[in-house]
């Protein structure tokens, strides 16, 4: 049994790349699952829908360390963390009464920041492979945007009536982040005007890493066997570092 979880995991077959497509296809529904349930009230549905949501990925977190052969490199992952800390909030909010939404987006650091499905979309997805950079950029500015706001709603607009909160909680980050500042919603305690100017902060930087993303030259990430250089231009033969004979992957060749 271990050895065939670990090939679905981690092996180069064709059922192995259809399973990891199924995760992510699971970790996107999650991910719009906790969004979209992130301003809504308290309801017994909705507490078990999310012990469920909890239960799965909680089994998947169980195999992927019981797979594998570091399980402490594992644990250090930014997303195993993630995964913990999203698991703690779908078992404490119930105990504390508290709305912790935005501990239960932070699933979205999941989202293909994993080394299997970075290969298997690097090898089956030619629009992944020559605008990785491009891609990686967005999901890193998606899923800070959408913890921003979560944590925003629940520390400042979640007295506000369904809906009207979280809508008014995205607007205040998105103005934030692009440092627009219409004025027309504030913060007036110490921890907001903190909590924006961390926001501030990040979203200049992740939007001038998916500027740059976006207008510099495209590159492929190949490492070069000689020198360890891992970018390179799409039609590149020779490594521009060392001179080393490269073959990165196209719609013509095998590589």
Same mark, same amino acid.
């Given at each position: ?20 497509? %199924? +995760?992510?296809?699971? @970790? ?8 979209? !349930? ?33 399980? %402490?490199?594992? +644990? ?6 993630? @995964? ?56 890193? +500015? ?30 205040? %980050? ?9 004025? @027309?919603?504030?913060?007036? !305690? ?32 190949? %490492? ?5 250089? @891992? ?25």
């Amino acid at each position: 049994m271990k050895e065939r979880l670990s090939t679905l995991y981690t092996g180069r077959g064709r059922k192995a790349v259809r399973f990891r497509y %199924t +995760l992510i296809a699971l @970790d996107v529904a999650t991910i719009v699952f906790f969004i979209l !349930t992130a301003p809504l009230t308290k309801s017994t549905p909705l507490i078990i829908a999310e012990i469920f949501v909890g239960l799965v990925i909680l089994t998947d977190l169980t195999i992927r360390l019981w797979i594998a052969e570091d399980r %402490t490199r594992v +644990l250090r992952q930014v997303y195993t963390l993630a @995964d913990i800390v999203v698991i703690a909030s779908l078992v404490l909010a119930p105990v504390l009464d508290q709305n912790l939404a935005f501990l239960k987006v932070l699933r979205a650091l999941r989202l293909i920041h994993s080394y299997h499905v970075l290969r298997d979309l690097r090898r089956h997805a030619a629009v992944f492979r020559h605008h990785e950079e491009t891609i990686l950029a967005s999901v890193n +500015l998606f899923v800070f945007i959408f913890v921003s706001t979560a944590v925003m709603f629940v520390l400042h607009f979640k007295d506000q009536p369904y809906g009207e909160g979280f809508v008014d909680a995205l607007y205040f %980050t998105v103005t934030t982040l692009t440092t627009t500042g219409f004025g @027309d919603i504030t913060m007036t !305690t110490t921890s907001g005007k903190l909590l924006a100017v961390f926001m501030m902060v990040m979203g200049v930087a992740l939007f001038f890493r998916l500027a740059r993303a976006l207008f510099l030259p495209t590159k492929v990430h190949y %490492t070069c066997r000689g020198c360890g250089l @891992d970018r390179h231009d799409p039609d590149a033969v020779h490594c521009k570092h060392c001179g080393r004979d490269i073959k990165i992957r196209t719609h013509g060749a095998g590589g």
